[in-house]
């Protein structure tokens, strides 16, 4: 079971886009609709932001996005505001476990 | 609003067990459909998953933390734990308790630091 594979680092200017990806295999993000996007802020737990590929809990903003296609998932942020600044990880359902991705460390220039 | 809360020592010696404990307000752990969770950060790291248990008592494992890791359910007292044994400085980390619906975990406890002393 390896960590799903993201950038280090993505870095943006507010009322930029940007798009973190999160690359897996078919076992993971390929074989289930079942990746997630958290939002850690240091010192906090992570925050679901994006659950099913797609779909946003309640409360998120829609500024945030997910997306997937083959063996990588998307995370992409519109319009980014300087509280965007965190860590972002992706997961996926994999064969009755989970997997977490490495970590991209967002910076709101 | 589910919350939930984690508890335990906070310094535990190599080669013992670590427990947890994670209290659930708000919403049985016996209501179908969920998925308790345990999940764990090192110091400057990212998420690694150690497991959960379904309402029915079914327990899934990280591979790699399988045979030291058992998760268990006290559904009198809402509560579910972690027991890791034979701990090494390799253990020390922030261990979050999380309610999952089925790979998304949407409520997390703020998190406890167990630190590994030799």
């Known amino acids: 079971q390896s960590a799903l594979t993201q950038p280090a680092s993505v870095s943006g200017s507010p009322g930029q886009s940007i798009t973190i990806s999160c690359t897996g295999i078919?076992?993971?993000?390929?074989?289930?609709?079942?990746v997630s996007w958290y939002q850690q802020h240091p010192g906090k737990a992570p925050k679901l932001m994006i659950y099913?590929?797609?779909y946003r809990p309640s409360g998120v903003s829609n500024r945030f996005s997910g997306s997937k296609s083959g063996n990588t998932a998307s995370l992409t942020i519109s319009g980014l505001q300087a509280e965007d600044e965190a860590d972002y990880y992706c997961s996926s359902y994999t064969s009755s476990s989970t997997v977490f991705g490495g970590g991209t460390k967002l910076t709101v220039l | 609003q589910v919350q939930l809360q984690e508890s335990g020592p906070g310094l535990v010696k190599a080669s013992q067990t670590l427990s947890l404990t994670c209290t659930v307000s708000?919403?049985?752990?016996?209501?179908?459909?969920?998925?308790w969770s345990w999940i764990r950060q090192h110091p400057g790291k990212g998420l690694e998953w150690i497991g959960y248990?379904?309402?029915?008592?079914?327990?899934y494992y990280n591979p790699s933390l399988k045979s030291r890791v058992t998760i268990s359910l006290d559904t009198s007292k809402n509560q579910f734990s972690l027991k890791l044994n034979s701990v090494t400085a390799a253990d020390t980390a922030v261990y979050y308790c999380?309610?999952?619906?089925?790979?998304?975990?949407?409520?997390w406890g703020q998190g406890t630091l167990v630190t590994v002393s030799s």
């Open positions: 999380a309610r999952d619906g089925g790979g998304l975990a949407d409520f």
């Open positions: 708000g919403g049985s752990i016996s209501n179908g459909g969920y998925y």
């Open positions: 078919s076992s993971d993000v390929g074989g289930y609709n079942y």
């Open positions: 099913e590929v797609k």
């Open positions: 248990i379904y309402y029915s008592g079914s327990t």
